[in-house]
């Protein structure tokens, strides 16, 4: 187990390729994942499987689709690893709420700056699970069927970075 930033570890279950392309600021991402309440070892969510999640007061049917997002950041100068760090710290310090995230067509605020922080931490290819504390999953104010200053755990792969795509797809 290796600790991203303080309250966030992260559990390698699959390396990536030597050569995988990482996740950086910026970058259009999918990811398949599972959200789980620690102290009740709830899902709450999950892009894995069929699952149905609220999102702005509709019900959304989710059906093996992984979550496509866009990570905070992206200027050209922010894609070297230096300003990576900046951005890892920024993150961890950013108001609740500010990347957007679309899956099964719906839109929605993905406010657990654990899940973008361990997104950026990782390869195309790779899977892992970050334990997150409360602060850095939803906070005080929880949201959903996540209470106010909840632990979670994400089981996060990354599938897609930037137009490539893991295991690789066949050309048309």
Known sequence: MTTIAPGLKKYVEREAPADAPPARPGSKVHVHFTATVRSRDEVVDSSRGEFTTEVGGVTVR???????????????????????????????????????????GARERLNARGFVMGVLSMRLGERATFCADAALAYGEAGKGAVGPNEAMDFDIELVGVDGEYFPARRGR
């Open 62 to 104: 989710k059906c093996n689709v992984p979550l496509a997002l866009t990570l905070p950041g992206g200027g050209a100068a922010e894609r070297d690893d230096a300003a990576r760090d900046r951005l890892d710290e920024s993150v961890a310090r950013e108001p609740v709420g500010e990347t957007e995230a679309r899956s099964s």
